[in-house]
């Protein structure tokens, strides 16, 4: 993916950055001994004073549909599974829409993973997704998939980097409906 700028307000980001490294100092200890709930106690999470929504403007039987899965899905002997890192690991593996479930792993080690392995779809639904194109009730799906580990503590990254490199992606491939399958 190319990266690129992000058009949403990112005035916030300095002030997370300097009450991030401060926390990140007393809290990576705790991370490292995955011991979340003390470690996030303090986290300086970020607060908007109004949710970005977009409302859907065209049937749903037209749409082109990407989905974004937060589960650490990855191609066994493929792509390299996602890192456990305090920070969280920021890279996004694309996936291309027709593969075969199967074919994917998750290395995200912040939630269970067995339910995943068991069955993919409750992480990012393959299978009922392409049963609502076939129906016609969805339009087409997009070429490709996005997963990244939704255990991330740089809200910064993903601000500038993670989502506006998913987002240009999906405006390369014609995408005209995200989903967001968090984990």
Same mark, same amino acid.
């Given at each position: 993916?190319?990266?690129?700028? #992000?058009?949403?307000?990112?005035?916030?980001?300095? %002030?997370?950055?300097?009450?991030?490294?401060?926390?990140?100092? %007393?809290?990576?200890?705790?991370?490292?001994?995955?011991?979340?709930?003390?470690?996030?106690?303090?986290?300086?999470?970020?607060?908007?004073?109004?949710?970005?929504?977009?409302?859907?403007?065209?049937?749903?039987?037209?749409?082109?549909?990407?989905?974004?899965?937060?589960? %650490?899905?990855?191609?066994?002997?493929?792509?390299?599974?996602?890192?456990?890192?305090?920070?969280?690991? #920021?890279?996004?593996?694309?996936?291309?829409?027709?593969?075969?479930? !199967?074919?994917?792993?998750?290395?995200?080690?912040?939630?269970?993973?067995?339910?995943?392995?068991?069955?993919?779809?409750?992480?990012?639904?393959?299978?009922?997704?392409?049963?609502?194109?076939?129906? !016609?009730?969805?339009?087409?799906?997009? @070429?490709?998939?996005?997963?990244?580990?939704?255990?991330?503590?740089?809200?910064?990254?993903?601000? @500038? &980097?993670?989502?506006?490199?998913?987002?240009?992606?999906?405006? &390369?491939?014609?995408?005209?409906?995200?989903?967001?399958?968090?984990?």
């Amino acid at each position: 993916m190319v990266a690129v700028s #992000p058009k949403a307000d990112v005035s916030w980001v300095q %002030g997370f950055r300097e009450k991030w490294r401060e926390w990140f100092q %007393g809290a990576k200890p705790l991370l490292e001994a995955h011991q979340g709930p003390a470690a996030f106690k303090t986290y300086p999470f970020v607060s908007f004073s109004q949710t970005p929504w977009s409302p859907l403007r065209i049937p749903l039987s037209e749409v082109c549909l990407a989905v974004v899965s937060t589960a %650490g899905l990855y191609r066994k002997g493929i792509d390299a599974p996602f890192a456990d890192t305090a920070e969280g690991d #920021p890279r996004v593996i694309q996936l291309p829409s027709n593969i075969d479930p !199967k074919s994917l792993d998750t290395a995200h080690t912040h939630i269970p993973q067995e339910p995943i392995r068991a069955d993919v779809n409750v992480a990012l639904p393959f299978d009922p997704l392409r049963d609502l194109v076939k129906e !016609k009730k969805v339009g087409s799906l997009a @070429l490709r998939f996005f997963s990244f580990v939704g255990y991330q503590t740089r809200a910064d990254k993903v601000a @500038l &980097e993670m989502a506006p490199n998913i987002a240009a992606a999906m405006v &390369e491939d014609e995408v005209t409906l995200a989903l967001i399958v968090p984990v």
